[in-house]
C-alpha cells in the first residue's frame, strides 16, 4: 500500500492501466503478464476499498495525501477493520494502521489522529481494554 501511495503522490488522475504500469514498475516489474496484472489490480481495488484512492471517472486518484484529511469516522472504521481478533499494544496498533492506510512513516501528526481515533473507538465501545495498552475490537 505505501508503494500505491508513494506513486500516486506525484501526478494526476491515472487509468488502470497507466496504474498498473506505473506500480509494476515501482516494484521492479519490467513486464507486466496476466497473473502479474491481476495481482497488482487487486492491490488497487485494496487501495480504494481502503480510502488511499479513489476512482473518479477520470481515473484513480489519490484520495487523502495526509493523514489529516481523513475524517475521524473514517479512521475508526479502517483501524477497526485492520486489527484482527487478537490483542494490540497502542503503539503497534497506531504502527499498523498507519501501514494499513500506506503510509511508511509515523510521525506525530499520524501518531495523534490515530490516538484520537482510539480514544474515540473506545468511548464508542468498539475496542475493549486490557490496562491501559493493550486493546482489541470489541466483541
Not at 516489474?29 to 496484472?37: A, F, K
Not at 485494496?46 to 495525501?65: F, M, Q, S, Y
Request: proline share 2%.
Amino acid at each position: 500500500m505505501a508503494v500505491i501511495r508513494d506513486v500516486f503522490s506525484t501526478g494526476g488522475p491515472r487509468s488502470r492501466d497507466e496504474a498498473i504500469r506505473d506500480v509494476g514498475a515501482a516494484l521492479g516489474y519490467r513486464r507486466i503478464g496476466p497473473r502479474i496484472r491481476q495481482g497488482l489490480d487487486d492491490y488497487l481495488r485494496t487501495a480504494v476499498r481502503r480510502g488511499i484512492l479513489e476512482n473518479r471517472a477520470d481515473g484513480l486518484r489519490i484520495h487523502c495525501r495526509n493523514i489529516g484529511e481523513y475524517h475521524l469516522d473514517f479512521l475508526v472504521e479502517q483501524l477497526l477493520a485492520g486489527m484482527g481478533g487478537k490483542w494490540w499494544t497502542r503503539d503497534d496498533l497506531i504502527y499498523g494502521t498507519a501501514r494499513w492506510l500506506g503510509f511508511r512513516r509515523t510521525g506525530q501528526v499520524i501518531r495523534d489522529a490515530l490516538k484520537s481515533a482510539i480514544n474515540a473507538a473506545i468511548r464508542r465501545g468498539l475496542l475493549e481494554r486490557d490496562g491501559p495498552n493493550h486493546l482489541r475490537r470489541a466483541r
